[in-house]
Nanobody
Framework: VQLQAFGGGLVQAGDALRLSCAASGRTDTAYAMGWFRQAPGKERVFVAA????????SYSDSVKGRFTISRDNAKNTVYLQMNSLRPEDTAIYFC???????????????????WGQGTLVTVSS
């Protein structure tokens, strides 16, 4: 499975942005999907996840209530709607697809077998 994330950019604090992650290759089956981010000089951390068929989601405490993960399995695409952006949301955002035995919305990066290249989100104050 190949993943391509896009939609990042430079926005101001309080603005909204929607990231997309398109999957290609072996897409005959759905995957649990996740978004992670890595800020400059920091480790990559969990942001949000969707279960295999979208029935379950999970969020980090830092984005809960502001970000929403959704998916369109017919388009092999997962989205991350980011509202009320803050400067501390500045990071490279990565999408990931879970290993074949993963069905739930998992927050551990170890559960994800496929990773996209990342898209940069910069939030100015």
């Amino acid at each position: 499975v190949q993943l391509q994330a896009f939609g990042g950019g430079l926005v101001q604090a309080g603005d909204a942005l929607r990231l997309s992650c398109a999957a290609s290759g072996r897409t005959d089956t759905a995957y649990a999907m996740g978004w992670f981010r890595q800020a400059p000089g920091k480790e990559r951390v969990f942001v949000a996840a969707s279960s295999r068929y979208g029935g379950g989601t999970s969020y980090s405490d830092s984005v809960k209530g502001r970000f929403t993960i959704s998916r369109d399995n017919a388009k092999n695409t997962v989205y991350l709607q980011m509202n009320s952006l803050r400067p501390e949301d500045t990071a490279i955002y990565f999408c990931a697809a879970g290993a074949s035995n993963i069905s739930s919305a998992v927050d551990s990066s170890a559960a994800y077998a496929y990773w996209g290249q990342g898209t940069l989100v910069t939030v100015s104050s």
